[in-house]
DNA sequence: CGCGATTTGTGCACGCCTTCACAAGCGCCT
DNA sequence: AGGCGCTTGTGAAGGCGTGCACAAATCGCG
């Protein structure tokens, strides 16, 4: 035991190891945004905030966010709000992002090069310490400051650097075969760009994101809104009446 | 009434205009990743596919897409399966991809940059037709084929391009500005992949894509698979027990 | 023409998530 | 010290989504 973990976990007291009240998969998806809504408070050098502040920056409801925070043995108080940095740490820690995770990115195309580049990675908590193709004519290219790699490294390179998540960007075709070659090396963690379903072993998690499924999510509310205004009389769509939240 | 729709409603035989039994947003999520399944059946030219099928390339359960494909009136045969074709084209009605939809894309750093070359989105019916920036030094830049105009031209083109969905691809800090401009332009569906809520009216559909969300969700994943692993004797993590199905 | 194999469409039960509403707790002011 | 206002934490209810299991329907073959 004691692997990792350099003693971090704010506050907790007594704590022992467990650390997880398996905590609901919606909870965990929306804790992000809790701290990037805390960090953007702590900035304005806000101490503390109530759920309902927090609730707002963050775009959710307050009961919804006491609830979550609540599941993580939240520490609030009560007239008060919550302490805006012990609930930073907080949520770090459960998150894992107290150390920091490292990262390799698997196809340098046009959506890689951008990823490669992208500063909200690096501002929390991730490091992209590998970039791979296998497209030989680009290995060796320096991108962002790192070299680009050919595929067939990165089973090494992927147990030397330690590397969990890996991001796939490549095309569809490619991608399952990324896919097997990092989860030999040992990633546990994919993050899927490429439109396309990928097979793993179940003790991999996979993520994906797929833009042009969210703009076809989008189109179809730009039919359904059409269709229902082009019934009803022409109205000019200010009106109320039509609420509507799209989830994330 | 009247307005688009050049009568492509597929087979529906007598349908009127309604189209919307309110499908349920998680059905409406889904549909674009079955439409991308059949194209990709459609491809090796199989002409029926079974729920079953259809169901594995898609990464989901056969049950839930025969539920949903139920939900928009489906069009199978009991003992055969489903057309592919007649599904292709009444899934892509429903999402209202019948009529290529324009796009107009705001921000042109890294991640803007390569979203105005990314492939998937006109390979699945949408177009961006404008690309916009506040610096002043983009401006009149070629990307991808489309000059970089300034934000202030926004309003204008909008309404000329009759642009209904808008890409924000903005720094967080610039992001509201934007998205306050693309409203007042009539842009009624924004995709926000800047790292902040945006707050618009209700008859305006946001959908955000957070890049370093999704890494730290999977990030919550690893320090927990890690304090599993450490507890319980070093267990090398290829024994199952540890079933775990992330959902998008 | 009838029967069996096959596959869709769906009623139902279960579990997760959301939301409301309120009791419990904390600080501040008098 | 006591009371009041504010805010958290949570029990309970309702809604939504999932998955099972089966009836209904269609095709092909004898």
Redesign the interface.
């Known amino acids: ?5 350099h003693g971090s976990t704010p506050g907790h007291g007594a704590g022992a ?4 009240p398996d905590l609901p ?1 919606a909870t ?2 929306r ?3 809790y ?3 805390l960090h953007n408070l702590g900035e304005t050098g806000a101490d503390t905030v109530s759920s309902e502040g927090l609730a707002a ?3 959710v409801n307050s009961a919804k966010l006491r609830k979550d925070l609540s599941h993580l043995g939240s520490y609030g108080t009560r007239g008060v709000g919550y302490d805006v940095t012990l609930l930073i740490e907080q949520i770090e820690y ?4 107290d150390q920091r ?1 490292a ?1 390799c990115l698997v196809g340098l195309g ?2 890689g ?3 490669a ?2 500063d ?2 690096a ?4 490091k992209i310490v590998a970039l791979f193709d296998a497209d030989e004519s680009k290995v060796g290219e320096i991108i962002h400051g790192l070299p680009v790699r050919h595929i067939s490294d990165l089973g090494r390179v992927a147990v030397e650097e330690k590397i ?2 890996g991001v796939i960007a490549t095309p569809a075709g490619a991608a399952q075969a990324v896919a097997d070659v990092l989860v030999d090396a040992g990633v ?4 899927n760009f490429a ?3 990928l097979s793993v ?3 991999v ?23 229902l205004t ?2 009803p009389g022409g109205r000019s ?2 009106t ?1 009446g ?3 939240a ?3």
């Open positions: 035991m004691s692997q990792q973990r190891v467990p650390a997880f998969e965990i998806a804790l992000p945004e701290l990037r809504a920056a963050a775009g459960v998150l894992g992002l995770r990262v046009n959506l090069h951008a990823l580049g992208y909200g990675f501002s929390r908590g991730f969990a998540i546990t963690s994919i993050l439109p396309c379903v072993p179940s003790n998690d996979v993520r994906k994101v797929d833009l042009a499924i969210e703009l076809q999510i989008l189109s179809f509310h730009e039919h359904r809104k059409a269709s082009a019934l769509a200010t109320a039509d609420q509507e799209v989830g994330s």
